[in-house]
């Protein structure tokens, strides 16, 4: 069964860092695209950044580009997103999300996934 996991909110004062984990059990991300999304109350689902399932191209949303990185862990099935010069704007819940079908830019829209992780709270003060 594929499932994700997704771990590291928090409270954080801004300009301050939070790193996002983001766990897959019953697959590898080796072949998959991985997408990170945000939705603020109110507000839809914004895509954030992701990494194609083709070309292995990582594409930023204007809002977090220069600040949010993606990595992966060594283990093939964890992924991170390092959030730095964090902003009261950038309070939201964060998913994750996979699929092998995400590609190019396409991999920022949020019905290119199939399998999404529950969600973890970032808070950001001002």
């Known amino acids: 069964e594929v499932q994700l996991q997704a771990s590291g909110g928090g409270l954080v004062q801004a300009g301050g860092s939070l790193r996002l984990s983001c766990v897959a059990s019953?697959?590898?991300?080796?072949?998959?695209?991985i997408g990170w999304f945000r939705q603020a109350p109110g507000k839809g689902r914004e895509g954030i950044l992701c990494?194609?399932?083709?070309?292995?191209?990582?594409y930023y949303a204007d809002s977090v580009k220069g600040r949010f990185t993606i990595s992966r862990g060594t283990a093939g099935n964890t992924m991170f997103l390092q959030m730095n010069s964090l902003r009261p704007e950038d309070t939201a819940v964060y998913y994750c999300?996979?699929?092998?079908?995400?590609?190019?830019?396409?991999?920022?829209?949020?019905?290119?996934?199939?399998?999404w992780g529950q969600g973890t709270q970032v808070t950001v003060s001002s």
């Open positions: 999300a996979a699929d092998y079908k995400a590609y190019g830019s396409g991999c920022l829209s949020a019905g290119s996934y199939d399998y």
């Open positions: 019953g697959f590898t991300f080796d072949d998959y695209a």
């Open positions: 990494m194609s399932s083709d070309d292995y191209i990582v």
